[in-house]
């Protein structure tokens, strides 16, 4: 079964996405960013990035005050990667 309504996004949603686990790991905020500003995915369209960024992290920040909902532990874990779409978004709007 496919997706009714399937489309392809701008090419920095993967990068965009995975982008503050680096900084969860223990790299700097700053590598990352200039990561993503040299990265032919996010260098060629640094608006749409950092406004994906934006967004994922106010998704993230919204549902990690959220109880955990029954069957889903690691969901509320995950979306406190907020933190470090934050410090993320501060180097890349300095």
């Keep these: ?11 920095c ?3 965009v996405s995975l982008a ?3 900084v969860l790991a223990g790299h700097t905020p700053a ?4 990561l993503l500003t040299e990265h032919p995915a996010t260098g060629n369209d640094p608006d749409t ?3 994906f960024l934006a967004a994922l992290t106010g998704h993230w920040h919204r ?3 959220l109880p ?6 690691g969901l ?3 979306h406190h990667r907020a933190a470090a779409g934050l410090a993320l978004l501060s180097h890349r709007l300095s």
């Design 1 to 11: 079964m496919g997706w009714a309504n399937a489309t392809t996004g701008p090419a």
């Design 13 to 15: 949603t993967n990068a």
């Design 20 to 22: 503050p686990q680096p």
């Design 31 to 34: 590598d990352i960013a200039r």
């Design 49 to 51: 990035a950092t406004a």
């Design 63 to 65: 549902y990690a005050r």
């Design 68 to 73: 955990a909902p029954p069957g889903a532990l």
């Design 76 to 78: 509320r874990p995950y």
